[in-house]
């Protein structure tokens, strides 16, 4: 609904001025109009002037992904433009996402750089998250090749030490997959995509309350398969 669209745009908004006050990680936040829109594969991007040279990495349901050049820290990064306000539960996922991730600091698990959004709340039709670029993911490399023996437990060893810290913070991700595994040439991996990510308090049952629909069927726990409404980390070592 449209009032539930604004009260998630409120809440994305007061997640990104915590940042920029230096809470959560202290994430810089730009809500002041910039100059220098470029377009890609029809999309306007208005992230300049500070990032620029974009080009197309790919999309999904929430928006598309660019990597740009970011002329402060003089690197290329990963920017993802996000509009998601059409659709409440889009809105969700994306706030949840955002507030996981603004306090999560680990080599195996993406982080959010900046956050590029308008200058009021009315105006805010998208959100661009920034982050490091990585230039493929697990998917991807398995249908190009075969992983050696080394490669395998390398990347096994990281998606483990990211999982141990994400647990550790009580939270669940729910749809750990290879298209959310991020790796670079030199295969650092980040575990990415937190949008199904929930909290688990150990003090609280939570059966009857984890309902919503998680994980790609391949990678699903059998606890989910057959309904259980209570389960635990457990399910993202399954995947």
Excluded at 26 to 46: H, I, N, W, Y
Aim: glycine share 8%.
């Amino acid at each position: 609904s449209g009032c539930g669209s604004f009260l998630i745009r409120s809440a994305m908004a007061a997640a990104a001025a915590t940042a920029a006050s230096g809470g959560a990680g202290a994430v810089p936040v730009s809500g002041v109009p910039r100059l220098g829109v470029e377009t890609v594969k029809g999309q306007a991007f208005d992230v300049g002037p500070r990032y620029t040279d974009l080009q197309y990495i790919g999309e999904g349901a929430y928006g598309m992904v660019c990597s740009a050049y970011d002329h402060v820290n003089k690197i290329r990064a990963a920017i993802k433009k996000i509009s998601p306000f059409e659709h409440q539960t889009y809105c969700q996922r994306t706030l949840r996402e955002i507030k996981i991730l603004l306090r999560f600091k680990h080599e195996n698990v993406i982080g959010i750089n900046d956050i590029l959004r308008a200058p009021t709340i009315d105006q805010m039709r998208d959100v661009y998250i920034v982050q490091d670029l990585m230039e493929t993911d697990l998917y991807k490399l398995l249908k190009t090749q075969q992983l050696s023996n080394d490669h395998i437990c390398y990347f096994l060893y990281q998606i483990l030490r990211g999982l141990k810290y994400i647990h550790s913070a009580n939270v669940l991700h729910r749809d750990l997959k290879p298209s959310n595994l991020l790796i670079n040439t030199t295969c650092d991996l980040k575990i990415c995509d937190f949008g199904l990510a929930r909290i688990a308090d150990p003090d609280h049952d939570h059966t009857g309350f984890l309902t919503e629909y998680v994980a790609t069927r391949w990678y699903r726990a059998p606890e989910i398969m057959l309904n259980s409404k209570g389960y635990t980390k457990s399910i993202d070592i399954w995947s």
